[in-house]
């Protein structure tokens, strides 16, 4: 397997494991794998770019790279829930 697949499952995992994560956290329970992993990468983008323009490192570590996207997919949910109502 290449670096390119491994760092692409590897990504797919984490995105999964951290929109679990943040969707149990908000609402109780999972919203399906799909949705989960899709969450999770778009917290994981979103997190990456709120570090970038906050000028922060994040060190390289699935755990940390875990809670980083999974904060950001609590954001998501959040930016979510406030187009939603209005």
Do not use: E, Q
């Not at 692409?8 to 399906?32: K, V």
């Amino acid at each position: 397997m290449s670096d390119t697949s491994h760092g692409l499952i590897i990504w797919i995992l984490s995105g999964a494991i951290a929109g679990g994560i943040a969707s149990f956290a908000w609402r109780g329970r999972p919203y399906g794998i799909l949705k989960d992993i899709f969450l999770g990468i778009l917290g994981a983008c979103m997190a990456s770019g709120i570090a970038h323009a906050l000028d922060l490192a994040i060190p390289n570590s699935i755990f940390l790279d875990i809670v980083v996207s999974t904060a950001g997919a609590l954001v998501v949910l959040v930016v979510i829930r406030l187009y939603r109502s209005n």
